[in-house]
């Protein structure tokens, strides 16, 4: 019979190699395995990236012999069922003669949910799932939006005082948060595919949008909203369009920004990427459409007052970051999110679902998907 503390206790330690691929495996999930005999972990395995094997495999290949009877996989995720580029893990799990499957998350695809555990079962094999799978789910964010939403998952982060402002009236805001909150962004950073911030961020912070872990330096496609152009007329170009990574910056504009700015873009090498505009604001379908066929399935938005209170109002993203500092700024003419609407009741306020937290020395975050 299975022991849910040690079933918990060897779970951790398969989601703590799952994350040793954080943000490298889009656009497949996460995931990290553990094989257990007599009580002792004897392999580990995690999925590396996108082409290469999954975590089962891995594990089953570093094991180098037959599993020993009674042996126990345990897995983040549902083993797939289907044959893709690296075969069905289901084969190999009931090939091998591992005794017991014990599962995280359930494959949130609609189409393989639950599958690959009635195969296991079977073929005689023991199955337990649902072990941490709200941690292995959370994992995996960007793959479950895709799979479930067949849109990019479009992420807001916005770091706050406790009376909601982002920075000083002044403009100020360096820093709202401590350090231990600014490393956690680095970390999300990593997460994702994509990073977008407003050209007022670009023109006021020079910002490089890049994710800095240590001596490790990795830089995500970088995206500026810039309607008009605005971050183009400046003599010096921002760091992001001449920097060592710029070509992996692209401008969003609209058709009506200036020819001689969009010209400036052409000749420095600086991609544009056009889109509508409807009700004065660039058209975020349209973004996500682009998004999808240059497959970057998920958009971390660093955003400040003006785009926070654009995407908010016209919910365009699905998900938000919220970093709080224990600071109190006082001040009315100090930056916050804008008026948004007319709420009269707490019933039509916004909401967070699937709510995750995390202190981060003084600071607080608060993350989960954006609910109407």
């Known amino acids: 019979m299975s022991d849910p503390l040690k079933d918990e ?38 999925h590396h990236a996108a082409g290469q094997a999954h975590a089962e495999i891995e594990a089953i290949r570093a094991l180098g012999r037959k599993p020993a009877g009674g042996a126990t996989i345990y897995v ?19 090939a091998a003669g591992f005794a017991a499957v014990v599962v995280g998350a359930q494959d949130p695809n609609p189409a393989h949910a639950g599958r690959g555990l009635a195969i296991l079962r079977e073929a005689g094999i023991t199955v337990t799932s649902g072990v941490l799978a709200q941690e292995c789910a959370d994992l995996n964010l960007i793959f479950n939006h895709w ?28 820093w709202v948060t401590g350090e231990l909150a600014r490393a956690d962004v680095m970390r999300w950073r990593r997460y994702f595919p994509a990073i ?6 670009v023109l006021h912070d020079n910002p490089s949008l890049t994710s800095r872990i240590g001596e490790q330096v990795w830089c995500p496609q970088r995206f500026v909203f810039d309607r008009s152009l605005k971050t183009l007329a400046l003599e010096s170009l921002p760091k992001l369009y001449s920097d060592a990574h710029a070509a992996r910056t692209v401008v969003l504009c609209a058709e009506s920004a200036p020819q001689e700015l969009q010209r400036r873009a052409a000749n420095a090498g600086i991609p544009l990427w056009v889109l509508p505009v409807v009700e004065g604001h ?77 202190n981060l020395g003084n600071d607080h975050l608060i993350r989960g998907f954006l609910t109407t």
Not at 154 to 171: E, H, I, P, R, V
């Open 282 to 358: 660039l058209d975020w379908q349209a973004f996500r459409a682009r998004c999808i066929e240059a497959e970057i399935y998920g958009v971390y938005v660093e955003v400040g007052p003006t785009l926070a209170t654009r995407v908010l109002e016209a919910e365009l993203v699905d998900y938000l970051f919220v970093y709080q500092a224990p600071k109190l700024i006082s001040d009315a003419a100090s930056v916050g999110i804008g008026s948004l609407r007319n709420t009269q009741t707490m019933e039509q306020v916004w909401t967070l679902s699937d709510l995750r937290r995390a």
């Open 196 to 201: 977008a911030v407003g050209a007022n961020t």
């Open 76 to 94: 983040t995720l549902e083993p797939c069922s289907t044959c893709g580029r690296t075969g069905a893990c289901t084969d190999a799990i009931v």
């Open 147 to 174: 799979i479930t939403q067949n849109t990019p998952l479009l992420a807001a982060k916005m770091a706050l005082t406790l009376d909601g402002k982002f920075a000083a009236a002044s403009g100020h805001s360096r």
């Open 9 to 46: 206790r060897f779970m951790r330690r398969a989601l703590e190699l799952a994350q040793r691929a954080w943000g490298q495996t889009h656009p497949n999930p996460m995931v990290g395995a553990v094989i257990v005999e007599d009580g002792e972990i004897v392999a580990e395995g995690w």
